[in-house]
């Protein structure tokens, strides 16, 4: 079983930046990807990362200003979130699939971090 560890969040301002980081342990995976959930709305996709080239898919609501990226080395991939907004504020998880391609689909993906929380002031 894989194990997944997300670290990175907190409290920042509107335009500020913050680095979530996914350390992942155990059986391999094939690819990983972000999600967020806010309060009293569903879980939604972010971006995702294929695992064997490093290809990064976004969300249309943070392309331009999130980047996914990962390391072999550490086992660890990372989502750099740039000019953040009030409404980015959830809590953020990062998903393993063993199964092909980056779903967007929550259901699609097989282990899941314990997440943690972004804050966006106004």
């Known amino acids: 079983q894989v194990q997944l560890v997300e670290s990175g969040g907190g409290l920042v301002q509107t335009g500020g930046s913050l680095r979530l980081s996914c350390a992942a342990s155990?059986?391999?995976?094939?690819?990983l990807g972000w999600f967020r959930q806010a309060p009293g709305k569903e879980r939604e996709f972010v971006a995702g990362?294929?695992?064997?080239?490093?290809?990064?898919f976004y969300a249309d609501s943070v392309k331009g200003r999130f980047t996914g990226s990962g390391d072999k080395g550490k086992n660890t991939v990372y989502l750099q979130m740039n000019s953040l907004k009030p409404e980015d504020t959830a809590i953020y998880y990062c998903?393993?699939?063993?199964?092909?391609?980056?779903?967007?689909?929550?259901?699609?993906?097989?282990?899941w971090g314990q997440g943690t929380q972004v804050t966006v002031s106004s």
């Open positions: 990362i294929t695992w064997s080239d490093g290809y990064v």
């Open positions: 155990g059986r391999t995976f094939s690819n």
């Open positions: 998903a393993a699939t063993r199964g092909p391609g980056v779903p967007s689909s929550a259901g699609r993906y097989d282990v």
